[in-house]
Structure formats: C-alpha cells, structure tokens
C-alpha cells in the first residue's frame, strides 16, 4: 500500500490512490455465503455440522476471551434469525458482558452468514414446515371421517 502523508504535497492524489488501492484488493466475484461466513467468524466460532473449525488455538481464545467461543452449528435453532442479526450488530444489547466483539458486518454480509447458519444448522427446515401442512391436512380428513362415523351410530341408535 501506498504512504499517505496528508502534509504537503496533493492530499487530493493520495486520497484518490488509497481508494484505488483498496479497490484493487477487494474481491472481484461475490462471495458466497459460507465465505462470508470463513472471514467473518469462523477465527472464533467452530460450525462441526458442516465440518468447520477455527482457525485460531483453542487455548488461546480462552486465554483472551475467558472461555471458548461457542459451537455455532445450532444456533439459529435455538436463538433464532432475529436475535442473531441483533447480535451480531451489538452483541453487548443481548448478551451484556460477553467478550465477542461487534463484528461490523455490512447487512448483505450478514445475511449471507445468517442464511449460511439456516442452511447448516437448519437444513430440515423445508422438510419440517411442507410435513406440517399434510398433517393438518390429515387431520381434517380424519376429523370429517370421524363425524360421518359419529352421525352413522347416533342416527341407528335413536
């Protein structure tokens, strides 16, 4: 990278060659969803469903942070996608005390990693969600079978 000074000289160069700079180093192809995920968190966070550790010693993090950063395989199960999205923007607003940082995520990005963490750690979702409508489904039917039989008994009984 260039030297920026900013005493003397054309402060208006130099600004223009950071900025090409940094725009000679920013990725050419979008990045998907799990590479957000790679560069935003995976130095702390372990995703062992999809077969990711940290890049960062165990031992070392506790050392720093005061324990071992979560497992984040199930998270948005059990916190789900709104906490997480608060959380990540202000992890001190939900979890007062914590030592994650705030990670300064664009919104895209941090729907990318969201919907990185429903994929992996909620992968049955669809599944689940289509099974729920043929339940209700099933159970109409066996409630009108049920009051045909019912009508059946009570019209031969009287």
Known sequence: MIAFFGLG??????????????????PVAPMSDKQVFIDACQRCHDIKYDKLMSTTDKEALKAYMGTVPPDLSMMIRSKG?????????????????????RVGLS???????????EKVGDSKKAEREDLGYKLIGYMVLF??????????IWREVH
């Not at 895209?108 to 963490?117: D, E, F, G, L, T």
């Not at 409630?143 to 059946?152: G, H, I, N, S």
């Open 9 to 26: 000289g054309d402060i208006d160069q130099e600004i223009a060659d950071i900025v090409a700079y940094l725009q000679s180093i920013a």
């Open 81 to 101: 996608a709104e906490y997480l999205t608060t959380f990540i923007n202000n992890p001190q607003k939900q979890l007062a005390g914590t030592s994650m940082p």
């Open 107 to 117: 919104e895209k990005a941090q729907n990318q990693v969201i919907a990185y963490m």
């Open 143 to 152: 409630t009108l079978l049920a009051y045909a039989w019912k009508v059946k």
